[in-house]
């Protein structure tokens, strides 16, 4: 198996067409994204209205798409005849690399990308915040002009950056970005090197974006940002061991009451909120052993945030891949070299990681009930709630010393 963003690339298929250039207009299916779809039990249930932003128990919104599908909304949106396309497992979405035959002239796209493109098909709740995928696509073109790589998005036959498409009975907004090239944090050595260096440019993105403004955001709210937390409560039925879940249910009710209740008296601003390791792109320079970041990917998590809540839930990863709690100091040690934090707001960061960990592991649990196939939803699973029980034992103070006393020691000790 071929892989990218460090999971499996199944190989779908391989074939050529005759370009169709029969298009759609795509405004008239935005009219029709509150359709019904499958509620996830096998029975029919009306989707959640618009102004409902968040997933709800029992919902099952996974785009349901075949081979034939991708290959069709290809040609017809972007004219692209292509040589081959492979799914890219994801988490809620449906996510396809796919390379242009190179024997068929496609003249649709001007610049085209010699490394292949994403075909992004999003999920039924997120395809009906329209306003927020194109918040997210000037985003990224905003990223671009400001030297910062990531995927750009390519516009349809429309000239859009978008479209909302009818799907075997759902609407589901489709985009079309570039494939970066590059191996994925996951797949190479956690060195210090490179925690220091992701740190060092978690800062410099968030520096980038600080000016960016887009009206989506201002309402925007998923279950995926740190604000919403409290709402983990209706899916901790998932949690069959006790002991896990009374955890959770601590670290839910200690966010709350110690970051919600103070959350206007935060620096907001928008944030990539999902800084992992399968959404770092690393490359090795010539005669080098160690790795830098080349860029970043999976801007659908972005959101007006608490800049803490940014360092927080990038900080969750980085440990998680460390597999070490205190080697986060070093990561921090490389944001604050770009962008220092209060100590006030350092102090959250404890309670900022365990709720994320609280997030990833319940939701995990969760979705993975309705798709007991995809093993990419359980990629945390056991060394996260390893890394949770630890954490919630240690003091708040303890663990900002550990922080700061590692994040002293690499800044005295290596040549970074």
Not at 113 to 118: A, L
Not at 375 to 385: A, H, I, P, R, S
Request: some cysteine.
């Amino acid at each position: 198996m071929e892989q990218w963003n460090n999971v499996e690339l199944t190989n779908m298929s391989k074939k050529s067409y005759t370009l169709n250039h029969a298009f759609d207009a795509a405004e008239k299916l935005n009219k029709e994204n509150n359709a019904t779809s499958s509620n996830g039990n096998g029975s029919s249930a009306q989707e959640q209205p618009v102004d409902s932003d968040l997933l709800k128990p029992g919902s099952d919104v996974r785009p349901k798409v075949e081979a034939d599908d991708v290959e069709s909304l290809l040609r017809r949106l972007y004219g692209i005849t292509i040589s081959e396309v492979k799914e890219i497992i994801a988490y809620d979405d449906r996510n396809f690399f796919v390379k242009e035959d190179s024997n068929v002239k496609n003249p649709l796209i001007v610049t085209h990308c010699p490394h292949g493109y994403v075909l992004k098909i999003l999920n039924s709740l997120d395809s009906k915040k329209v306003d927020f995928v194109d918040g997210q696509n000037q985003l990224l073109l905003y990223l671009g002009k400001h030297s910062v790589k990531c995927p750009r998005p390519i516009a349809n036959a429309t000239g859009k950056y978008y479209s909302v498409e009818r799907l075997n009975g759902n609407s589901n907004v489709v985009r079309l970005l570039e494939y970066i090239p590059g191996e994925i944090f996951h797949q190479v050595p956690v060195t210090k090197h490179l925690l220091y260096r992701s740190g060092e440019y978690l800062a410099r993105l968030d520096r980038a974006l600080k000016n960016f403004t887009h009206e989506a955001y201002e309402t925007h709210k998923t279950l995926w940002m740190l604000q919403s937390v409290p709402e983990l409560r209706q899916f901790l039925y998932v949690v069959k061991d006790q002991e896990r879940r009374l955890i959770c249910e601590e670290v839910i009710d200690a966010f709350e009451a110690k970051v919600l209740s103070i959350l206007p008296t935060l620096e907001h601003q928008i944030i990539h909120g999902d800084f992992n390791e399968q959404n770092i792109v690393v490359e090795q320079a010539p005669n080098q052993t160690e790795y830098t970041i080349k860029g970043v990917i999976d801007f659908g998590d972005t959101s007006k945030s608490p800049l803490i809540f940014e360092v927080g839930v990038a900080l969750t990863y980085m440990i998680l891949q460390a597999n070490d709690l205190a080697n986060g100091g070093i990561f921090l040690a490389g944001y604050t070299s770009g962008i220092p934090i209060e100590n006030s707001e350092l102090a959250h960061l404890k309670y900022c990681v365990a709720a994320r960990l609280v997030q990833s592991l319940v939701m995990g649990l969760y979705t993975h009930t309705l798709h007991p196939t995809n093993d990419y939803l359980l990629v945390t699973q056991e060394q996260g709630w390893k890394l949770l029980q630890k954490l919630w034992r240690e003091s708040l103070e303890d663990v900002d010393e550990l922080w700061a006393t590692t994040g002293h020691q690499y800044l005295t000790q290596s040549n970074k």
